[in-house]
């Protein structure tokens, strides 16, 4: 499923956003949702992940208790609100969806479609 991503931009240390992803020719109810981050040289990072339904989700370490993820099927919509946020939460982020099983629902090597990044700077 093509995914878009939007949301982003310039924020200072503390702030917060949300950022959007949808599928604009899919229904994304199909589909496990995750968030991932790349900052400049540095590997790809989870950053979270939904299950189909929404009733499970998964967190990096760097951002448990500061950023949730949610998903409207019915909007066809995955969020994720980002608080509390610091310089080292700058990065491209990225939307992605998963077919995977159940118990793998979190698993970054099952996601197979990734949307085209939107970039959040948070300033100190």
């Known amino acids: 499923v093509q995914l878009q991503a939007c ?3 310039l924020v200072q240390t503390w702030g917060f956003l949300r950022l959007s992803c949808t599928a604009p020719e899919g229904r994304i109810s199909n589909y496990h949702m995750g968030w991932f981050r790349q900052a400049p ?9 939904i299950n189909r339904g929404g009733q499970s989700t998964f967190y990096g ?3 448990k208790g500061r ?3 949610s998903r409207s099927n019915l909007k ?4 994720l609100q980002m608080n509390s946020l610091k310089p080292e939460d700058t990065a491209l982020y990225y939307c992605a969806s998963s077919t995977a099983i159940q118990m ?20 100190s």
């Open 7 to 9: 949301g982003g931009g």
């Open 41 to 49: 040289g540095k590997e790809r990072e989870t950053v979270a992940v």
């Open 61 to 63: 370490d760097s951002v």
């Open 67 to 69: 950023f949730t993820i």
């Open 76 to 79: 066809n919509t995955a969020y």
């Open 104 to 123: 793998y629902y979190y698993r970054e090597d099952y996601f197979s479609s990734w949307g085209q990044g939107t970039l959040v700077t948070v300033s």
